[in-house]
């Protein structure tokens, strides 16, 4: 395999440590230039059409090379080995020389499609692979580990790369060398490849091919740490170094448009971005912090996060119990848990269910998370007076059937919601509570009449998420009897059956467990449990009520189901549940 554009030892080692460098330290070196300018110096076009392109990239959401070879300016190799030039990185040419099968073999498929490279040549210990995207030089840290080898990067065309995965690994079929960069990184907004916004956009990448739900950026004394939250359990993704914090931190407020020079209050924003040919949004918090600004950013992937109803983790009883109060014509049905348990999940689930042409459905939500489409969702703004109440006024002369409140706070609120459903609307929200019962004495504590209370809730259903054992590694496990006991287990239980626990594997990222569900406990409100409402009776009587009459089984009971069905753990459920208040 012969490269164009050598480059020694030295600048390789300057290319890959692109993704560990701060951009201060590179500027002190070089300054950077920008493609635009190298293509100039090239002879490849002239500032008029640079100027054309970047109008078409700012229209279409594409960087600068992209839009040179949509219309037809450039090819795809021009852009390419200007983009050598730029990086310091060698150019090479997939369809012109034969990869080996001895190189081929160094890299399985799974890699491959996961990381995007395709391995053009080994010396030693030391592994040459072709990537289609300089930002993919952050990958070397990660693919070093996977492959055991010391990994060096060249650049080729995107059609080049791609046509190398399904020629040698049979992924895909070949393309013609026309058309946008496939590969090419739609989260950066320009045509400024800066170290800092390759790394961020690289960490976007990372966390949505580990699953992550949250990106925590944390400021440490002497570094910044970068979490994922995978299946709700936080791990260590990467260590940055200390003086690159500021520009992360600037970046992503800037993407979030935040405002950068306001360091000393929080800070909420949304980025909107496409990565992997998906279409992600992101909830940004800023948190003024004793090291610097932290920042969690909630990933919104609009593929993954809108379940239909059979895929959430009820039970045959307690999906068919859904269904039915879910298809009544009024009444409140409020969904309770803490943050994180998956309470919105589940009523964009119900709402999905119900849409109808001839069904009305209105939101008031705070943020609007995903859009549904064909239902009518009005965000809340506190900066000019549109909170929850106000959008439930208004909402309700719009003559809808369904109404969704996001959640409910406070006493006019909750009021509001309960006349909506006492004037023939069925009303869904969430209220945070530990178990099932305390919502309806949490509502008498923000001031709600109890009669009201009695009156207008149809059923309250209670959960939390817990992680699915791994199919490809979990094992069967002899229970410890002390576990069993603390789930009200018995010996005559778990007569006949397997019970798995948690191993660890490639498939899982070695957690033992992949994918969550939910957790459930559900009540019907019926005569007697309105009564002891009405009466001001206590939690742990209308707990002993719901569970005697309405049929309602707790977390833990639901979780041991969960178990006796291989899904999940004993371990799992343990700790899901150990403080649900479960008796």
């Known amino acids: 395999m012969r490269f164009a554009g050598e480059v020694g030892r030295s600048e390789y080692r300057n290319s890959s440590a692109l993704g560990r460098s701060s951009g201060h330290k590179e500027n002190q070196l070089e300054p950077r230039k920008r493609l635009g300018e190298i293509l100039l110096q090239m002879g490849l076009v002239t500032p008029e059409k640079i100027e054309d392109a970047l109008t078409h990239a700012r229209r279409t959401g594409s ?51 996961e990381y995007d490279i395709v391995p053009v040549k080994a010396q030693g210990r030391q592994l040459i692979c072709a990537i289609s995207d300089p930002a993919q030089v952050y990958q070397a840290d990660g693919l070093q580990f996977v492959l055991n080898a010391e990994v060096k990067f060249a650049l080729t065309t995107p059609t080049g790369l791609h046509n190398a995965k399904a020629q040698y690994y ?10 946008p960069a496939a590969s090419a990184a739609a989260a950066v907004d320009d045509d400024d490849d800066a170290p800092i916004i390759r790394l961020v956009h690289t960490m ?30 936080c791990f260590e993704s990467k260590s940055l170094p200390k003086d690159i914090q500021g520009s992360i931190i600037s970046r992503l407020k800037i993407m979030a448009r935040m405002d950068i020079a306001e360091k000393r209050k929080p800070q909420d924003g949304r980025i909107k971005v496409d990565l992997m040919g998906r279409s992600i949004d992101l909830r ?10 932290s920042l969690v950013m909630r990933i919104l992937d609009k593929e993954v996060a809108l379940v239909s109803l059979e895929k959430l983790g009820f039970h045959k009883d307690d999906y068919e119990r859904f269904q039915r109060i879910i298809k009544r014509p009024n009444g409140i049905f409020l969904v309770t848990g803490p943050t994180g348990s998956g309470k919105t999940t589940s009523l964009y689930a119900a709402l999905q269910e119900l849409n109808q042409p001839n069904v009305k459905i209105i939101t008031a939500e705070n943020p609007i998370e995903y859009n549904l489409k064909g239902i009518n969702q009005c965000e809340v703004r506190h900066n000019i007076g549109l909170d929850f109440s106000r959008i439930l006024r208004s909402m309700l002369r719009q ?6 409140v996001g959640e409910i706070r406070d006493k006019e609120t909750a009021e509001i919601a309960i006349q909506a459903a006492l004037t023939g609307h069925l009303v869904f929200s969430t209220l945070h509570t ?25 059923a309250v259903m209670a959960q939390r998420l817990i992680r699915v054992l791994c199919n490809s590694c979990k094992s069967e496990w002899d229970p410890q009897p002390v576990k069993l006991r603390a789930l009200g287990i018995t010996p005559e239980m778990i007569e006949g059956r397997t019970i798995y626990k948690a191993v660890g594997c490639k498939e899982c990222q070695h957690a033992g467990y992949r994918g969550r569900r939910g957790l459930y406990e559900m009540f019907e409100m019926n005569a007697r449990m309105r009564d002891l409402t009405f009466n ?46 479960e008796n």
């Open 63 to 113: 960087r600068l090379g992209e839009a040179l070879v949509e219309l037809n300016m450039l090819s795809e190799e021009q852009v390419t080995r200007a983009l050598c030039r730029q990086n310091k990185l060698p150019f090479v040419d997939l369809g012109k020389s034969k990869i080996p099968d001895s190189v081929i073999d160094l890299v399985e498929s799974k890699t491959v499609e």
């Open 170 to 179: 049979g992924l895909g079929q070949k393309v013609a060398v026309r058309g």
């Open 204 to 233: 976007l990448e990372e966390a949505l091919r580990a699953r992550a739900s949250d990106i925590h950026v944390e400021p440490m004394a002497d570094r910044v740490r970068v979490r994922f939250r995978v299946d709700g359990i």
């Open 284 to 293: 940004v918090s800023a948190l003024p912090a004793t090291h610097g600004e």
């Open 399 to 404: 003559a809808p059937n369904i109404i969704l």
């Open 434 to 458: 530990n178990d099932a019962t305390s919502a309806l004495t949490r509502l008498v504590d923000i001031g709600v009449k109890p009669f009201l209370v009695s009156t207008a809730v149809l």
């Open 536 to 581: 001001g009776a206590s939690t742990l009587e209308l707990r002993d009520q719901a569970r005697n009459s309405c049929g309602m089984l707790t977390l833990r009971e639901d979780g041991v189901r969960k178990i006796m069905s291989g899904l999940t753990s004993v371990d799992e459920v343990l700790r899901v549940t150990g403080s649900a208040g």
